[in-house]
Each structure stands twice: as C-alpha cells, then as structure tokens.
C-alpha cells in the first residue's frame, strides 16, 4: 500500500489505463491510508469514502467497456476546502458555512471531474484561507506530517500534509500571498503558483457565498503534488478562459524551447538585503547553486533592483481593498483579529528590510478606504509588474528562498517568530519571500531540495517568467533531477 499510495499521480493514471492495478484498489489504498493517520494530521477535513469507491468501481466498469475518462480516470484526489464542490461539503473553515453545500463546481474542480479524477474529500486550511497555519473554528488544527508539534503551514495546511503523507495523489490549493508555497516548503513537496490571471477562480471562497466578486488580483488556483510532471499535468487541465470569469484571458500554454542545464542562465540568491534566513534555509540554497554550477549551468548570485519594502506595502494595500468586502466583518470576526492585529503591531522588528507594520498599513485603509486609495495602489503595482519583468529578462529562472524559517512549532496567529536569534512579524517570517512574486503575479514552483538537522524540510522557489509556466515546470524539472526527488516522511 505504502507504494501505491506515494506512486505520482500520472504514473497511476497510467497503471489505472493499463489495468495494471484497478482504481478500486487505488481508491482503496488510500482510504486506509487516512484512516490510519488523518486522525493525528487533521489534513482532511471531509471525507467522502462511500461516494468515491462508488465512482471507482464505475471508472474500472468504463474501462472494462473501453471507455476513458481522461488523463486523470480512476486517480483519487484532494480539493482544498476554499473550493466548492458540488454535492460536498464546502466551509473555507469558516463557522457560519460549516453546513454549506454548494451546487456547483468550481471551475477547477469541474475540469479535475472531466480529466476522470475522484475526489476522496477536502483538505483542511486556514479560517478563509488566510493565516499561515491551519487553524480556523470548525476543524482541529493541521499538524506538520514530518513532526506534529510543527506546523504544516497555511493555508493550504492539510492540502500539503495530505499530499506529503500519501493521503492524497494531487490536492488543488490556492495562493494568494503564499499559500501554496509556504505549505510546500514545510511538508516537503512540490507547488506550483501559475501566472496571475492564469487560472480561473471561480468557485473560491472568499469570497462568502452570495457576495459579489471583490477578488479581481494576485489570486491564482494550482497543484501540490509529488512530482514535477504531475504540477504539469494539472497544470494542463485547468487552464483557460472561463465563461463565468470573462476577464480570464485564453491565454495558450506558452511551448518550451529545448535547454540543458549546460545552455541555462540562472540567477541565484539565499536572501534578500536585510531580511534575514534560517542559516539552513541558506546552506541549502548555496548547495543546490554549487551543483548547477559543476553540470556547467551559467549560474549567478544575484538580485533584482526592485523595491521589495514597497511591494510589501501595496501588496497588503491591495489586498485589503480585494479583501475588506468578500466577507462578512461579524463580532467574533473582530474578536478573534483584535489579538492578532495586536500582536502583529507589537511583536517583532518592524524595521527589518525596511518593511512596514502590517497593521499600520491595513488600519487606515480599512478605517477610510477610497476609490483614489485602491486606483493609486494599482498604478504601482503595474510599475513594480514592469520592474520585475525587466529585471527577470536576462535569466531563465532565478532561485530564491521561500520563507525565513522552516517549519515552525504551533503558536497563536501573529505571534513573532525567531530567525537567527532574532523577533520577525509573523506575517513577514512566512511572507517577505513570497510576497513579491504574489504582487507581480510571475509564476513559482517550489521542490523540496533538503532538510535541516532536525529533519524538516526545506524548499526553494523557482521564479519564471509570466505567461511561461511550462518554460518554467521544464527547468525545474532539470533542476529536480540534480538535486533531488520527493521524500516521504518516516512512518508514513
């Protein structure tokens, strides 16, 4: 079972096809697999057992008739519980919605159906997907399958403890300031953040059911895998325009020109200016740079000229304003944000990187927000869009850290973190290193590439350029081969 269950997810849509194992038994390896160790993970906050085995006894039966579903017939998969599903239980781990069952599909989950995959249920996140960890009023917490006492990250939690622990073949996440990265940094796996506007959102809460759409930059949909090959597998079957989002673009996937690593050009770095990084975080960095640089890849230590304290300012302005009216602001809302905008105002370095509080940041705007206020936010952040872009143009990609720590233990939202004996903002120690690329919408994937001494893992981005997702899943998947391949953690 052990490895059925970590098999990649386009190699048992390949066994599935070729009747080399039945999607029953697949579907059913799995299902012990949770029931033997969702219960201490938390990852998987709906299971729908009885209507998945149903599904996978109905994609043998069609396979047996010579029918085929698509490239995904009879995989058993994870959706993030942000996503609706029709039919299936659907929170965004948000108390008013914990009995929500919504009557159609997101777009994304809609094309996962259509390619033949079997929803096993939905992964466990983040109140509204939006806190570093998986924590939120309905469900228990989300524990880090490579240490329980660790967090897995946020906010797609459960979606990379799932994936990571073999709970899952392939999860569907979200990112809107880091969302797929960090988790997959911390659980060891693989993530991709496709282009701004690459994807379609529809379907995705925030916004609350009912509202309308506020979200209209930085949010994009994409894979947590096991395999590179699988990130672009499903990178492929949920892209594209989508008649319920018009302002999608039918955008084609950009064609990869053929490179060895002898012919790339790769810019590196293992922090930014002043923002510090675990020192393991940066040994594995300068690790994987001395190895491109033995198999002859003409690589560099570099960094943009870019202005990352004011992406951090506009990238939280903005996403105040996206924000501030997709869902409700009720009592226990406040309740529960008063602490954290507390703790986040008073705990930490605010200076370091010359970056901002966040809570003087959001405070005015959410107080007196202005029309002005969001239309000056987006002319700047067209300017820095144009900045990275320009600075991006001499390289293939470029390799930076994910965030300043690993890994960390359990603690409340907002609470400062220590990063080289230093007190970080919390929402800075998990978002300095992604937010920039959230802000300009460039693509990110994000493989694993070691692990400290107490055997968490550590994971690196791979920054491309926009509109180049498979330009930039073919490099990584270079690079993952001289680095490396996804590890499981012990005992599962």
Request: charged letters at 20%; glycine letters at 8%; proline letters at 7%.
């Amino acid at each position: 079972m052990s490895c059925l269950v970590f098999t990649p997810a386009h190699e048992l849509a390949r066994m599935i096809r070729e009747r080399v194992v039945s999607s029953v038994e697949v579907v059913d390896s799995y299902l012990e697999k949770i029931s033997k160790h969702n219960s201490q993970l938390n990852a998987i906050c709906t299971l729908d057992a009885e209507n998945a085995q149903k599904q996978a006894r109905e994609a043998d039966e069609a396979l047996a008739r010579g029918e085929n579903w698509g490239m995904l017939h009879g995989v058993p998969i994870t959706i993030k519980d942000c996503l609706e599903t029709a039919g299936l239980r659907t929170t965004s781990g948000y108390k008013p919605l914990k009995d929500y069952v919504p009557q159609e599909d997101a777009t994304v989950v809609s094309r996962l159906r259509n390619a033949g995959a079997i929803i096993l249920g939905k992964t466990n996140l983040a109140k509204l997907a939006s806190d570093w960890q998986g924590i939120n009023d309905i469900f228990p917490r989300v524990n880090n399958p490579w240490n329980l006492n660790y967090t897995a990250g946020g906010s797609s939690s459960g979606s990379a403890a799932a994936v990571a622990a073999g709970l899952s073949a392939l999860d569907i996440g979200d990112d809107f300031g880091g969302s797929i990265r960090q988790p997959s940094h911390f659980c060891g796996i693989y993530g991709l953040k496709p282009t701004d506007r690459r994807i379609p959102t529809t379907g995705h809460i925030p916004e609350i059911p009912g509202k309308f759409r506020c979200i209209r930059q930085m949010l994009t949909v994409g894979p947590l895998a096991r395999s590179i090959e699988d990130l672009r597998l499903c990178l492929q079957l949920i892209t594209g325009s989508d008649p319920r989002q018009p302002d999608i673009p039918p955008v084609p996937l950009d064609v990869p020109i053929e490179k060895g690593l002898q012919n790339l050009r790769i810019a590196w770095t293992d922090g930014f200016a002043s923002i510090p990084v675990e020192e393991s975080i940066q040994s594995a960095i300068q690790s994987v740079a001395y190895r491109l640089g033995e198999a002859g890849t003409q690589i560099e230590r570099w960094v943009p000229v870019f202005d990352f304290s004011a992406a951090w300012e506009i990238l939280s302005t903005v996403a105040v304003y996206n924000l501030m009216y997709a869902q409700p602001t009720t009592l226990d809302d406040a309740r529960q944000d008063i602490p954290f905008l507390f703790r986040s105002a008073t705990q930490g370095d605010k200076t370091i990187g010359g970056f901002g509080s966040l809570a003087g940041i959001v405070l005015p705007i959410f107080l007196n927000p202005t029309l002005k206020g969001y239309f000056e936010a987006l002319a700047k952040r067209d300017n820095l869009i144009a900045q990275m872009d320009k600075q991006l143009e001499q390289w293939d990609v470029w390799l930076c850290p994910v965030a300043m720590t690993t890994a960390f233990t359990h603690c409340a939202k907002g609470e400062a973190l220590v990063v080289n004996g230093r007190k970080v903002p919390y929402m800075m120690a998990s978002g300095a290193y992604t937010s920039p690329f959230a802000l300009t919408g460039h693509p990110v994937v994000v493989i694993p590439i070691g692990k400290t001494q107490d055997g968490l893992p550590i994971g690196m981005q791979i920054v491309g350029k926009r509109w180049r997702e498979m330009e930039l899943l073919r490099i990584a998947q270079q690079l993952d081969k001289l680095i490396g391949s996804f590890q499981h953690p012990p005992g599962y």
